[in-house]
């Protein structure tokens, strides 16, 4: 290949042989690239990246900063200022201030949006996916960034495809391209045709498309094209678009704006009407008006709140618990039904086989890990497996019939692939049987690929006639041309079985036998294995494609393995935590209702003797009486994914705010459904990943309970500072409406200074408040109602109490200092009590601050260190307000009056009473509850 850009044909792929596009590619079906060449190529094509277009225009954002209706309002303020200072001849100093925040909260709220939405398509890429490639020979898997033409890829169902490819071989393959083509029925694909240089994109059988998913069956593909040299990089409009939704939260600020905004022009109505009745002068009334409206908007709230939700989805990272969407940063908390899998999250998904049995025969197998080493062992004593031709025959199967692969690695023996299956290949090993061996021998032609719905999986091996022999000397009775190897479900797998394979013959199964098998089966499964049936089938021709469930019949038993998967040993701790949190675990899996049973008695999700709900009784149920039944069951097992839908939907129906997990490419409806969808980042499909809300690094279920954790903080700590701006913006609108009513003569705060309050000396603690660690009881009590109203649970009664406590010892000392500046014989401007309330407010908000970190413990009973940053907050902003108070040009600037240091303590000691005030209303709430 030569130049910068793909090889001529590359408009043509479609048309071209499969072994010409290997030869235009320069690559190897078999071996795929060299090192060497893909770092060539990815120096000469670049990284497998699309470019990204953001979801909306940085124009749409910018404008949308401004329909906010409390913003509408400033600005209506400040043009009615600037026509009152202009009127005066004065300097239209608070138009231009509340500007300037008008137009900082918009460029702020523009960056933070914008980086949110960077930020978000950051940590997506963070899940990106790996791909499984051939490259020097080996089987490989990279980061889809990586790959560049001419690698081969592996694909199977759950895939979402990370480049262009043109097929080389497929299995049974279905393709659903919606994200190219908006056809939602998956394409079923083949690599051996040819077509037309002019056929149509959706018509291309033969080639498969980044983006699009593998929703069945599996293939081998050379990559034709990356990063914007693929179909779906030519249609830039689609690329990478991060939804932005509002969350919850935001939705309810805007709300919030709207009574904010109507109660400020209520008591502007109300406060013009008694001065004009009082005789006032309307100039003053209005620009009284103009104070209060300055003081109703929280200007600082937007952006506390974007931080601490950012700052909550770090560390939620940081506890391997990576967000998807915004909004569940705040509605984790408010989990009650955490629904999850099995295998991998709540066990370790690392298979050792313990058992096998065939023809009444219990083998125990030793060894640990996956490394290929260990002993049969018959009643304690090693038995020979060469001896036991249904025993070298099951292995054979177990070998064959298995997509994974044992590997070697630095020492260590790992698997590629199913752990399921990666267990059985060691297993095999452990006798000898090595599968590239027995591959040679016996080649695969077709398959019937695993699912989750069908719980087996067949394949079809030609039996070549030189070996023919020595497959029947190795157990594989009445071989003939070809043979079918199928395992799965044992109950599945022997219900289509009709004879059983006992010693050297193969004989009709009986009734005995099959009851004798099943026993055996259950007492695996309630010692918690994970067992898996195995069957064969001699065939003279190679069964068509989707012909399964035909073909899938009149097998021969061979037997059943078992093996442990054991649960993560941080599992049960989480689980503990989980019940004290009023959240539920359940259960969901595809495995054996007594392995399913046995590991949840072990991990405490249920007891031993707890009701089990399989699929097929749920498949039998209507789903009112499903609704009936998901708050009794616990564990639910042999299911398929469509039932994981409708359990949700039942759990939903029944009020419950339900997280569920999932990892197949037919989760993907549950996880959309739930309230909080959750993929695995390791084992998960890339389809499951793109439905969800939320991937766990480390596909664990501890990892979903640290993350609520994380979530009731973040929500707590969200109302906290709510509480802590709204209350006193209450309290200042109520101080500034007292004024005229009070017959004062002069307004006592000025729009700049309560800018000033409400970004810097509300604005800087509240950023403190929102980094407050948890509080030791948020995990000890039930999960809020994530749909309740931003004033439930004692807010708004909080914030209207405060507000008037607030405002209540500000006019106790805005009434003295008026009557002390006013007195004859003061030896200063008369106007210096309006400073004297400004200070008070600001420092009264600072014990405000320091109180309010917890709800129901006294601030000496907390660690005055465990939020430095309050502290810092608490120190600096005092010491600004000094600034203010003290230095001319900033006195000049602001308005405000130098204050004796009298008068400064009298400030000092009105503002602690808030102070006291909220930490007797704890001590108060104390005592009542021990009371009661
Ligand atoms: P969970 O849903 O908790 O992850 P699971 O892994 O058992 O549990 P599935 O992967 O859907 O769920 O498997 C369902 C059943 O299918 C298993 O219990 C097993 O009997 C069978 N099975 C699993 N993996 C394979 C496989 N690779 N080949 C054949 N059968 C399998």
Known sequence: MSANSLPKEAAVWHNLEIDKTLQVLESDRTSGLSSTEVQQRQARYGLNELQETAG??????????????MLLMLIAVAVVSAILDLRSGSFPKDAIAISLIVILNGILGYL???RAEKALAALKRLSSPLVRVLRDGKLSEVAAKELVPGDVMLLEAGVQLAADGRLIEESNLQVRESALTGEAHAVEKQAELHLPKDTALGDRINLVFQGTEIVQGRAKAIVTGTGMQTELGRIAALLQSVESEPTPLQKRMEQLGNVLVSGALGLVALVVGIGVLRGGAFEELLEVSLSMAVAVVPEGLPAVITVTLALGTQRMVKRKALIRKLPAVETLGSVTTICSDKTGTLTQNKMVVQNAYTNHRAFKVTGEGYEPNGEFQIDGTKANSQEYPELQALLVACALCNDSNLQQDQGQWIIIGDPTEGALLSLAGKAGVERDQWQARLPRVAEFPFSSERKRMSVICTVEPEVSNQALQNGLLEAQSYVMFTKGSPELTLERCDRIHTGDRIVPVTQEQRA??????????????????????PLTNVPPDNSQETSELGLVWLGLVGMLDAPRPEVRDAVAKCRVAGIRPIMITGDHQLTARAIAADLGIAQASDRVLIGQELERMSQEELEQQVDLVSIYA?????????????????????????DGVNDAPALKQADIGIAMGITGTDVSKEASDMVLLDDNFATIVAATEEGRVVYTNIRRFIKYILGSNIGEVITIAAAPILGLSGIPLTPLQILWMNLVTDGVPALALAVEPAEPNVMNRPPFN??????????????????IVFAIITIALMIWAYNYTNAPGYPRDPNTWKTMVFTTLCIAQMGHAIAIRSNTQLTIELNPLSNPFLLGAVVVTTFLQLLLVYVPPLQQFFGTYYLSPFELAICFGFSALMFVWIEGEKLFVRLVKKGG
């Open 516 to 537: 004798q098998i099943l026993t055996q089966n259950d007492q695996m499964a309630g010692n918690g294995l994970r067992v898996l049936g195995f069957a064969y089938k």
């Open 56 to 69: 909306r225009s940085p124009f749409v954002i910018l404008v949308d900063q401004f329909k906010n209706i």
């Open 112 to 114: 933070q949006e914008s």
């Open 786 to 803: 994530p749909r309740e109203s931003i004033f439930a649970r004692g807010l708004g009664s909080y914030m209207v109490r405060i507000g």
């Open 638 to 662: 042999r299911v398929s994914p469509e039932h994981k839908l409708r359990i949700v939907q039942a759990l939903q129906k029944r009020g419950r705010f339900v997280a569920m997990t999932g």
